[in-house]
């Protein structure tokens, strides 16, 4: 098991960015492919983006392509999430979570492959 505190959240004007960040301790880090995800209230919570064990590889929701990137620092114990480009429809409580189902160094694109979700972080963008 892995305990996950996200950051980095806040209140942002539309066209503008953040930077989430995601702290992990427990288990060793670098065995865990890494997701983010989000959810707006009444909906349903969405993928936005997977990074293998490595970092080498990454996967990203339709509706963020080129906008986010994900990242990671395994000597630091941390996942990235940058955001440019900001919507209104961006505006969600944002997810971290960490998954150990699979060996291989590939994005983890099912959410129920996540066995560990860290608490959220709050992004609101204005119009």
């Known amino acids: 098991q892995v305990h996950l505190v996200e950051s980095g959240g806040g209140l942002v004007q539309a066209g503008g960015s953040l930077r989430l960040s995601c702290a992990a301790s427990?288990?060793?880090?670098?065995?865990?492919?890494m997701g983010w995800f989000r959810q707006a209230p009444g909906k349903e919570r969405d993928f936005v983006a997977a990074i293998s064990r490595s970092g080498e590889n990454t996967y990203y929701g339709e509706f963020v392509k080129g906008r986010f990137t994900a990242s990671r620092d395994n000597p630091k114990n941390t996942v990235y999430l940058e955001m440019n480009s900001l919507k209104p429809e961006d505006t969600a409580v944002y997810y971290c979570?960490?998954?150990?189902?699979?060996?291989?160094?590939?994005?983890?694109?099912?959410?129920?492959?996540?066995?560990?979700w860290g608490q959220g972080t709050q992004v609101t963008v204005s119009s």
């Open positions: 427990g288990r060793t880090f670098s065995a865990y492919a």
């Open positions: 979570a960490a998954s150990s189902t699979y060996t291989w160094d590939r994005p983890v694109l099912d959410r129920y492959a996540y066995g560990d």
